[in-house]
T-cell receptor, first 108, second 119 residues
Framework: TQLLEQSPQFLSIQEGENLTVYCNSSSVFSSLQWYRQEPGEGPVLLVTVVTGGEVKKLKRLTFQFGDARKDSSLHITAAQPGDTGLYLCAANTGKLIFGQGTTLQVKP | GAVVSQHPSRVICKSGTSVKIECRSLDFQATTMFWYRQFPKQSLMLMATSNEGSKATYEQGVEKDKFLINHASLTLSTLTVTSAHPEDSSFYIC???????????????FGPGTRLTVL
């Protein structure tokens, strides 16, 4: 059983398009994190969301934490080829557990 | 931000040999370190948690006698893959955090990963 369900798992879009990645769970979390990982490298923390309903923006990336603190979303506006990578949500349960990941490919 | 290094970055070994991977926190003391493995196009799967000076806690399904973890100092943890086989080929990533208790704002710092190929 996967603690964090991420969708979609694969996404291939054209440059300039918008996209949303979802991270869902039946559990309540004190916080959720989003990471981005490039091939052959470790994941890099993008954001931590802590408060239910919280919205954080990082340039063209918008992160939202659900009101019930069970889910989160990542929205990318006007995607660029440089956004290509593996996006991972993660939850603190005393240890950091990751969702399945979303592989994003942005074609020029 | 804090830096975590891993050595080696890539290793190729013959089946049946043992391989040691080092994880170092370069500018902070890591009370807790974590080891993950990642198969191609998949997410990170937690293998074990190690606290400095104590035995590692392994996740279900991870063989503790095959994946030996030592966290002998506050800046170094090692993962030894014993009697490696081709199915152990994977990307191994460590992470480190400084606090003992994981708060909602604690950050884990990830290493760059080690690519293990077993022939």
């Amino acid at each position: 059983t996967q603690l964090l369900e991420q969708s979609p798992q694969f996404l291939s879009i054209q440059e300039g398009e918008n996209l949303t990645v979802y991270c869902n769970s039946s559990s309540v979390f004190s916080s959720l994190q989003w990471y981005r990982q490039e091939p052959g490298e470790g994941p890099v923390l993008l954001v931590t969301v802590v408060t239910g309903g919280e919205v954080k923006k990082l340039k063209r990336l918008t992160f939202q934490f659900g009101d019930a603190r069970k889910d989160s979303s990542l929205h990318i506006t006007a995607a660029q080829p440089g956004d290509t990578g593996l996006y991972l949500c993660a939850a603190n349960t005393g240890k950091l557990i990751f969702g399945q990941g979303t592989t994003l490919q942005v074609k020029p | 931000g804090a830096v975590v290094s891993q050595h080696p970055s890539r290793v190729i070994c013959k089946s049946g040999t043992s391989v040691k991977i080092e994880c170092r926190s370069l500018d902070f003391q890591a009370t807790t370190m974590f080891w993950y493995r990642q198969f191609p196009k998949q997410s990170l799967m937690l293998m074990a948690t190690s606290n400095e000076g104590s035995k590692a806690t392994y996740e279900q399904g991870v063989e503790k006698d095959k994946f030996l973890i030592n966290h002998a100092s506050l800046t170094l943890s090692t993962l030894t893959v014993t009697s490696a086989h081709p199915e152990d080929s994977s990307f191994y990533i460590c992470s480190a955090r400084s606090g003992l208790r994981l708060s909602s704002t604690d950050t884990q710092y990830f290493g760059p990963g080690t690519r293990l190929t077993v022939l």
